[in-house]
């Protein structure tokens, strides 16, 4: 398979899991990104704005509109960092948590016939390493380099 297709597959796949998710969402109030950010946080953990810019693919100034657009609705809370009070943790709150949990129902429901168990383990664990390699820069040779870097 070729970089093309490889590209063009995932580029599909994508769009129309975008798809899918949208109409899953349609009337909830909650936007692909929002669900993202929300999902995110669902582990309970709390992150970072930083962070959470990063895992959801967002422009820190958007990522941080749509936070308080979040917490507006009363479904997200910020708090202080404990381990470092310079930085701000963003986390549901119950209300949010409650939200998203219906909504996680609804999307899981709006993609009917996906692979489940193994199958979907495989994906998550094939698509995980190609995120990976995608992310090591590599010289010209294939090799990993610590010479190219994000503005390469």
Not at 17 to 41: H, K, M, N, P
Not at 58 to 64: F, I, S, Y
Request: one cysteine or more; charged letters at 30%.
């Amino acid at each position: 398979m070729s970089v093309d297709d490889l590209a063009t597959l995932l580029t599909r796949a994508e769009r129309l899991a975008a798809r899918r998710l949208r109409a899953a969402l349609e009337g909830t109030g909650c936007t692909v990104d929002a669900w993202r950010v929300l999902s995110l946080l669902a582990d309970g953990e709390g992150h970072g704005m930083t962070a959470i810019a990063e895992r959801v693919l967002l422009p820190p100034p958007t990522l941080t509109r749509l936070v308080d657009q979040l917490v507006d609705d009363g479904w997200v809370h910020r708090r202080v960092d404990p381990l470092d009070r310079r930085r701000v943790l963003a986390a549901l709150t119950p209300r949010g948590a409650e939200h998203w949990r219906r909504l996680r129902d609804r999307v899981a429901d709006g993609f009917p016939g996906l692979p489940g168990g193994a199958d979907e383990e495989l994906l998550a664990a094939l698509l995980g390493r190609l995120i990976d390699r995608l992310e090591t820069p590599r010289s010209p040779d294939g090799a990993p380099s610590a010479r190219l870097g994000a503005g390469s």
